[in-house]
């Protein structure tokens, strides 16, 4: 590479990372602001919510990646055409092809950043993260130990501490189970404490009373006792967690051992071998957006308003790839022997920055058309 690629490259790898970090910290503040409610008012620690959120991270980069290299190559190219960077090269001998060079390599390098996450890292995070749900969702202590408010762990359940003490007593307990509405049951108590036993969990409630109302004779019957042991497990689903799904495997087992990740997760070859290419895909994406934003912005003259119709059309282009890609994807699920359809967009895309390089690289035939343009849109007759 000579020293304009590296110079154009690096400008390339500088505001991608400036987009990235944007992008992913409004994507990841989004997505941590949802859970933040959803596990601090389950009474979970905020260690649990650092580890969830850094869970969900590769996703979040994984999305943000293609959006943030056409953001970076249209915006060094704005850049560069603006202060005559590119016309000066140009006026050297570069030509438009000649000029594609460093983009295509920062999109290999983007690209190389996409593979490593959606073949490895995406599916390792999220077999963990759905690992530490199941274990969280079943932490039967974090649920239950919120003083000063009425909890429902489990329908037809109510649950409410007074306080904690910080030997960990719980004082003035009221526990209601309706589960059976003929005869509901509602315990209170002075003190409670939470003890495992055998893995599970019991409430040990201490000098407490236990009123069991009959709806059949409406007539309620009361017990005090003065220690008395509730199984609080069965208010938490102890269903096992499947970590058998398509998205948690690896690439490397998609492809060669189909039948065995079939088997295993209940999937059609389709939702297999989709699964498996759509990585590949994504991947050659970043290449795409990067190639499209730079090409763009190369067609068409100077002009005193700037070039935002070429960052328009870039942008329109974009998304244009993309319907493709979600048009083709309920063709390959519904037939498996159409997978070479998910690399149709990436296809297009290459197909399109040719034709817009070869259009950079021959103005006169670009005025022509534009001229065409004008003639056909002029009526007839006019002056």
Sequence with gaps: MTRFDRYMLSQFMVLFGFFALVLVSIFWINKAVRMFDRLIGDGQPAWVFLEFTALTLPGVIG????????????????????????????????????????VA??????AL??????????PKSLEQLRL?????????????LTQGEFLHPAPGITFYIRDITPEGALRDVFLSDQRDADAPVTYTSTQAYLVQEQGGTKLVMVDGLAQNLRRGDNRLFTTHFDDFSYDVSSLISRNPTSL????????GDLLLRPDAIMASTGARLSDVLYEAHDRFAQALLCIVAAMIGFATLL???????GVWWQIVTAFTLLVLIKMIEGGISGVVLARASAWPLIY??????????????YLA??????????????????PKGAA
């Excluded at 999305?63 to 603006?82: E, K």
């Excluded at 950043?113 to 995406?122: C, G, N, V």
């Excluded at 058998?244 to 690439?251: E, G, I």
């Design 344 to 357: 149709l967009p990436t296809v297009t895309g290459f197909a399109v920055t040719a034709c817009l390089l």
């Design 244 to 251: 058998n799904r398509v998205d948690f495997a690896l690439t």
């Design 113 to 122: 950043m996409m593979s490593l996450l959606s073949h490895f890292l995406i």
């Design 299 to 305: 067609v068409g003259s100077y002009s005193r308003f």
């Design 132 to 144: 530490r749900q199941a274990e969280v969702s079943q932490n039967i202590t974090a649920k239950l």
């Design 63 to 102: 999305v943000v990646l293609p959006i943030a290299t056409f953001a970076g190559a249209v915006y060094v190219t704005n850049r560069m055409s603006t202060e005559s960077e590119l016309t000066v090269v140009q006026a050297t001998g570069y030509s438009p092809w000649r000029l594609v060079r460093p």
């Design 105 to 110: 390599v920062y999109g290999i390098l983007i």
């Design 361 to 378: 690289a021959n103005p006169g035939l670009w005025r022509r058309i534009r001229r065409l343009g004008r003639a056909r849109a002029t």
